[in-house]
């Protein structure tokens, strides 16, 4: 059973197009929400961590966003060194393992000048 | 300060070979994490170890799968008698002692096993 989805599984944007990518979750009791970028041939790297309903995090371009039931990772003005694999992940139920996560399959964005 | 070091970063191995994966977590982490990700799929935990100690193995395949993480040296996946199912890239994050988990997650590069 899927925790996490992800879509579109693939965006193409032109430079400075606005756009955002999408992660809805089923697992009950979140207890955290993470965001990583990953590069080909790359490991995953951290991007944000979301906690609560209505909370939001801001870097550079990337702007995430969390509600009940999905969260939106927003990119303004995209560059082309913002393609990557973008990784969506929820924690793990209480009284599992904290560092278990549960990641969709991403979205691989690739921006185009 | 380097961060979580896998090796080999590419192995090839023929089918009912063994592998072994290595990760030394980042300078001051004790915990380790094994993910893998099969072709298509997103990463899916294996197993999370502390120094000599397998803390929980319930996602790693039943058979076949172990790791350690002794009191010297780095964490070791062993995939003994790889089939094809077994390519994929695996993993390995660390975190430090006393912390909350994920929120601390660093990951490396990976280990691209392809089983011939």
């Known amino acids: 059973e899927d925790q996490v989805t992800q879509s579109p599984e693939a965006l193409r944007l032109q430079e400075g197009e606005s756009s955002s990518l999408n992660c809805s979750y089923t697992v009950s009791g979140l207890r955290g929400l993470f965001w990583y970028r990953q590069d080909p041939g790359k490991g995953p790297e951290f991007l944000f961590t979301?906690?609560?309903a209505g909370e939001e995090k801001e870097k550079e371009r990337l702007k995430a966003t969390l509600t009940k039931k999905e969260s939106f990772l927003h990119i303004t003005a995209p560059k082309p060194e913002d393609s990557a694999t973008y990784l969506c992940?929820?924690?793990?139920?209480?009284?599992?393992?904290?560092?278990?996560?549960?990641f969709g399959r991403g979205t691989q964005l690739t921006v185009w000048p | 300060n380097a961060g979580v070091m896998q090796n080999p970063r590419h192995l090839v191995r023929r089918r009912g070979q063994e592998a072994r994966l290595r990760c030394s977590p980042m300078k001051g982490h004790s915990h380790v994490y094994w993910y893998r990700q099969l072709p298509e799929e997103g990463l899916k935990f294996m197993v999370y170890?502390?120094?000599?100690?397998?803390?929980?193995e319930s996602g790693m395949p039943k058979e076949r799968f172990s790791a350690e993480f002794p009191k010297e040296g780095p964490s070791i996946l062993r995939i003994q008698q790889v089939v094809r199912g077994d390519s994929a890239a695996y993993f390995c994050?660390?975190?430090?002692?006393?912390?909350?988990?994920?929120?601390?997650?660093?990951f490396g590069a990976g280990s691209r096993l392809t089983v011939l």
């Open positions: 994050a660390s975190s430090p002692p006393g912390s909350s988990g994920a929120n601390v997650l660093t």
């Open positions: 979301l906690y609560s």
């Open positions: 992940a929820v924690q793990a139920p209480r009284g599992s393992t904290l560092g278990r996560l549960y």
């Open positions: 170890l502390q120094k000599e100690n397998i803390i929980d």
